[in-house]
């Protein structure tokens, strides 16, 4: 994943030292072959795993999910931040999002995830794992097994990855990012 750290690295802006812009690459402006890159590297980490389904939550982390979901021919389920028509049978979860400094409500559709479900989920950063957590929860409500989970950015200096590890799930996260201070960005 060279390529990814040359482009975060290069595109990345630093907001603070707890916050990397990276809308160039992943979260408001897409790279469709980066990201079909990231899906095919996800998919061969996690292909012995017997996944039945892939979930996201809306939006960032869709496209990603969406390339591992192609590379593993099987259905993409992307949590929804607000309840549409949707029937009223649905698992949700509140989760305070670290950049958008809100709390909102994410939904899945019951239909789509059940017991004999393995899923797994993707997502482009994660921080402080809220929305991981949330995630999370709503595959416990479902009876569904949790594979693990794919982040193309984990922020090692914030505790959400570490936390999660500790309940023994599988992270597998594409690079890492040790620090944002004095304006420069430090990977591992």
């Known amino acids: 994943m060279d390529y990814l750290k040359q482009r975060i690295i290069s595109e990345g802006k630093i907001v603070s030292n707890q916050v990397l812009n990276l809308d160039s690459i992943l979260n408001h402006q897409v790279d469709p072959k980066l990201i079909q890159q990231l ?12 996944i039945t389904k892939v979930l996201t939550i809306e939006s960032s982390g869709i496209s990603i999910a969406y390339a591992t979901a192609l590379e593993l021919e099987i259905p993409l389920i992307f949590a929804r931040r607000k309840k549409t028509l949707m029937s009223d049978d649905y698992y949700c979860e509140r989760v305070p999002s670290f950049t958008k400094g809100i709390v909102t409500d994410i939904l899945v559709s019951s239909e789509f995830i059940q017991p004999e479900d393995r899923i797994l989920i993707i997502d482009d950063i994660i921080a402080n794992g809220d929305a991981l957590k949330g995630l999370i929860n709503i595959i416990q409500k479902s009876g569904a097994h949790l594979v693990g989970a794919g982040i193309v950015v984990e922020k090692v200096f914030q505790t959400g990855a570490k936390d999660i590890r500790e309940q023994d799930i599988r992270i597998e996260s594409l690079v890492k990012i040790i620090s944002l201070d004095n304006g420069n960005i430090i990977l591992e």
Not at 39 to 47: C, D, H, L, T, V
């Open 39 to 50: 899906g095919r590297e996800f998919a061969s980490r996690f292909n012995d795993q017997g």
